[in-house]
């Protein structure tokens, strides 16, 4: 376990340069101290590898030093080759580079690891999409990348809701999420997402901006589609649920909907039911929710909402006794 950490802490240093102990320590997931360990064990068995004191110190590698720890394992090998999504590199300009970069990786692997490595290939494909929709055009993608790679500033034209309105962007990022690109940039303010599909021109600039060097696309996407499901749920029905069918409310659909209903969930009464609240982006949606429990659900209020379930249910009873 020890040796994997090292030779994973190595190849960090010589594909980053330098890091901090911190970040090493985040990325190989142990303490501080453990990096400092470690590093003295890589010096110790000849890794040219030091630590410079201060804000802008950290450890790295002498310059021009480069390891020959380059083998994979058979899983390794299978995970590269995963990582590849043909259909978003294409989108990218860059489906030829990757089928190029697989076919190297594949000769540089003994024959015992190529064979397996292509059966991945062949049993493995990732579509991105969801159902019964069709992805988005998104003309301007090519544009936006190269803009992304080169650090360059991006002029475009954003058709929002409402109306269209020009804006000159910082890139920072793309995300593929659920078959739709977005483009995660700054102009005056914080960081936002533009969705791709709405930019109708997008034109790279001569103009390069500084990459923000604390700017985490992962993190910050993760962070947004948070806030984003959190904003969207904007009513809520104080209910009671049977704790027997409490496994209801998961099937909702909606992620953020059934965490914040599930963690809202009551010390249940004597006759076993227990006090809930229940999120929806509209009551129209509540409504599908609420009456898709049946009678293991009972709104409490708000008082007009819970009398337009009973309405509905009236006429459900109306239905069947005819």
């Not at 002029?155 to 929002?160: L, V």
């Not at 920072?172 to 791709?196: C, F, M, Q």
């Not at 209801?248 to 809930?276: F, K």
Request: net charge neutral.
């Amino acid at each position: 376990m020890r040796a994997s950490r090292l030779v994973q802490l190595l190849l960090l240093l010589q594909t980053r340069g330098r890091m901090t102990a911190p970040e090493l320590a985040r990325n190989l997931e142990v303490s501080v101290r453990t990096v400092y360990r470690d590093v003295e064990a890589l010096s110790g068995a000849g890794v040219p590898v030091y630590s410079e004191p201060g804000r802008a110190g950290g450890i790295q590698l002498i310059d021009g030093y480069r390891t020959r720890l380059t083998g994979l394992t058979s899983d390794e090998a299978d995970a590269v080759l995963l990582t590849g999504l043909p259909a978003a590199a294409a989108d990218l300009g860059l489906g030829t580079v990757l089928a190029t970069a697989q076919l190297k990786m594949l000769a540089a692997l003994p024959p015992e690891l190529r064979g397996r490595a292509t059966r991945i290939a062949e049993r493995v494909y990732v579509d991105a999409p969801g159902w019964f929709r069709r992805p988005d055009e998104t003309p301007t993608l090519a544009t936006v990348a190269d803009a992304l790679w080169h650090d360059r500033r991006l002029r475009i034209r954003y058709s929002r809701k409402d109306k269209v309105v020009d804006r000159v962007l910082d890139p920072l990022g793309l995300v593929l999420k659920a078959g739709t690109w977005y483009l995660v940039a700054r102009s005056d303010s914080a960081p936002r997402a533009y969705r791709v599909s709405r930019i109708l021109v997008a034109e790279a600039t001569d103009e390069t901006f500084v990459r923000p060097t604390e700017f985490d696309l992962q993190a910050h996407w993760a962070d947004s589609a948070a806030d984003f499901a959190r904003s969207m749920l904007r009513v809520r029905a104080h209910c009671r649920i049977a704790v027997t069918h409490v496994w209801l409310l998961r099937q909702m659909g909606d992620p953020a909907a059934i965490t914040e209903a599930v963690d809202s969930v009551d010390e249940p009464d004597a006759d076993g039911w227990a006090r809930v609240v229940i999120p929806a982006e509209s009551y129209e949606v509540l409504a599908q929710y609420i009456l898709a429990m049946g009678e293991f659900v009972e709104v409490l209020e708000p008082e007009n909402f819970r009398a337009r379930i009973a309405q509905s249910a009236a006429a459900m009873h109306a239905h069947y006794r005819s």
